[in-house]
């Protein structure tokens, strides 16, 4: 039996609190508080305690899906990059790179959020982005 | 022989299939399971101030198999829990091997951050971030009269955020169907939850269970002095049926259907 935990940050907010996952085998069992994180202190509130559910979700999207004919399709990785890419510059060429705007979100890193407006700035050419925390 | 060759021996010899205890990494010691495959982990198993209930994560891999044996690292709280949960057989002590650590105060020896140890005293956070309207929750126990006492008790709950850390950190907490999530009882989407039916249902759960360990005070964003709580319904459990849970392995005076009532029934303040 292989049982570890990883520390990690909490995604379902800014806070950023500390988390403990709990695997056995591989799987995530249950989340924990981290407790000598100097943001929560070993305390978290009822979504970070259930951080691991979504985790294990069979919900949860595994691939990329396209709207085709109508309805969702799953589809690959390059396919939908591209597919992205395509439609982004189709607009853009249309109607000018301040007709997209890119809103960012407290769930991914600072490092992710970092190069989404990077790509917003010097990619689209837009200075269209915000975060979910202003919502 | 220190505790690294002492769990080396253990998983050696086959007497443990894991053996839970800590571990450093990236500057926090938090806990983990060292295997016979992976001995040379144990150059970083570590003892200390960290406390994480590591009997509780000792359920969960017995729940995944039932016959593996489980050696853990043991304070006094830890030993009191195992104690709780061999009797409501949520654990085999035949399956389990304990090495104790000492979490005596003393100058060679940090000791965790408990205040088991000094009975009735506020923890060290609490001390150092005095909540408003809280001198110390013992004081009022203690000095103030049943009213004020109940509307002490009331703010103290109100101020719940309904994380259900408490139930989820303690060692003891481990139903299946736990009625603090009852829609019956404790109405869903409301927040503060059911005040005050949810602390008090739990408190009379933790009657003849808790083994005082403090973990869900710690864990409590809202600083309510679960702990108090607790000790407080504890201490007539004790004064009445003569039962202290954790002390061994005698089974809580709850689990035991009686023939007649011996208790007068009394009104609620009384007990707050
Ligand atoms: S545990 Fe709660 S407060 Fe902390 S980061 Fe997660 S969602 Fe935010
Ligand atoms: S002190 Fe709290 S966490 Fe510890 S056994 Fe009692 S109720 Fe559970
Ligand atoms: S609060 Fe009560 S029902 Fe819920 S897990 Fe604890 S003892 Fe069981
Ligand atoms: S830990 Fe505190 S805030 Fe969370 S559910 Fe328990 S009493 Fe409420």
Redesign the interface.
């Known amino acids: 039996?292989?049982?570890?935990?990883v520390?990690s940050v909490c995604s379902y907010c800014g806070t950023g609190c500390?988390v403990?996952f709990?695997v056995?085998?591989g799987k995530i069992?249950?989340t924990?508080?981290?407790?000598?994180?100097p943001v929560?202190?070993?305390?978290?509130?009822?979504k970070?305690?259930n951080l691991h559910e979504y985790i294990n979700s069979f919900m949860r999207l595994k691939t990329p899906l396209i709207k085709k004919d109508g309805r969702f399709q799953k589809a690959t990785w390059d396919e939908t990059i591209s597919h992205t890419a395509k439609n982004f510059t189709k607009i853009k060429d249309q109607f000018g790179p301040d007709s997209i705007g890119v809103l960012v979100s407290a769930k991914i890193s600072n490092e992710e959020n970092y190069l989404a407006q990077k790509f917003t700035r010097a990619v689209i050419g837009t200075n269209n982005v915000d975060h979910c925390a202003r919502l | 022989m220190d505790i690294i060759n002492q769990v080396e021996q253990l998983l050696e010899q086959g007497k443990v299939d894991i053996f839970i205890g800590y571990k450093e990494l990236d500057g926090h010691v938090i806990p983990h399971g060292f295997t016979k495959e992976n001995l040379d982990e144990l150059k970083d198993l570590k003892t200390g101030e960290t406390r994480y209930s590591l009997e509780k994560m000792a359920t969960h891999l017995a729940k995944k198999d039932k016959d593996l044996k489980i050696g853990i690292i043991a304070r006094e709280c830890n030993k009191r829990a195992l104690n709780c949960l061999y009797t409501w057989n949520q654990l085999n002590p035949e399956n389990m091997e304990i090495i104790n650590v000492n979490c005596c105060p003393s100058r060679i020896k940090i000791h965790a951050d408990c205040s088991y140890l000094e009975p009735k005293k506020s923890g060290k956070f609490k001390k150092e971030h005095g909540i408003e309207f809280n001198n110390d929750p013992e004081e009022l126990m203690e000095k103030y009269d049943n009213n004020e006492r109940f509307s002490r008790w009331m703010y103290e709950f109100n101020k719940c955020i309904k994380c259900y850390g408490c139930r989820n950190i303690c060692p003891v907490c481990f139903c299946s169907d736990c009625s603090l999530e009852d829609p019956d009882l404790v109405e869903t989407g409301d927040l503060p939850p059911d005040v005050p039916i949810f602390h008090l249902v739990r408190a009379s759960h933790m009657a003849g269970r808790c083994i005082d360990c403090g973990l869900c005070e710690d864990a409590c964003p809202a600083e309510i002095p679960l702990r108090l709580l607790y000790r407080e319904i504890n201490q007539i459990v004790s004064d009445v049926f003569d039962y202290q849970p954790g002390q061994n392995m005698e089974k809580s005076p709850f689990t035991v259907i009686g023939d007649k009532v011996t208790l007068e029934p009394k009104p609620m303040d009384t007990l707050l």
């Open positions: 039996m292989n049982y570890k935990f520390p500390g403990l709990e056995i085998d069992n249950s924990l508080p981290l407790k000598s994180h929560n202190k070993g305390k978290l509130c009822i970070g305690w």
